[in-house]
C-alpha cells in the first residue's frame, strides 16, 4: 500500500538532521509536488509530535503560525538549542538550510 501524502511528509522530516532545517516548498518538491508547500503545511499542522516538525520553515526562512504554538516562540526555543540563529526574526537557508532530502 503507498502511504499517503502526509505518511510521506512525515518520513522526510524525519530525516532532517539535528540543527538543519527545511522548507515547506522543498519537501513537496522532493515529493515530486511541485507547488504543495501548503499541503506540506496542512501535513506539518497535524504532525506527530515525537517528530523534528520545528526543523520545517518558509520559504523566506521564517517561522509559520501555528495554532498549538502562535507567535513561534516555542518552535524558535527548539531551533535556537540546536544553534540555529535568527536574525530579525529569520533563519539563513544559506546556512542552516538541508539540501539532503
Excluded at 36 to 62: I, K, S, Y
Excluded at 75 to 96: C, H, K, N, T, W
Amino acid at each position: 500500500m503507498t502511504p499517503s501524502f502526509f505518511e510521506q511528509v512525515y518520513a522526510v522530516v524525519a530525516r532532517i538532521p539535528y540543527g538543519r532545517v527545511v522548507t515547506y516548498g522543498q519537501i513537496a518538491l522532493h515529493l515530486g509536488k511541485p507547488g504543495a508547500a501548503r499541503t506540506v503545511g496542512w501535513a506539518m499542522a497535524e504532525c506527530p509530535d515525537h517528530l523534528p516538525w520545528h526543523r520545517v520553515v518558509n520559504a523566506q526562512g521564517r517561522i509559520s503560525r501555528r495554532a498549538y504554538d502562535p507567535l513561534g516562540w516555542r518552535q524558535q526555543a527548539l531551533l535556537e538549542q540546536e544553534g540555529v540563529r535568527f536574525v530579525e526574526g529569520r533563519i539563513d537557508l544559506d546556512v542552516y538550510g538541508w539540501d539532503g532530502i
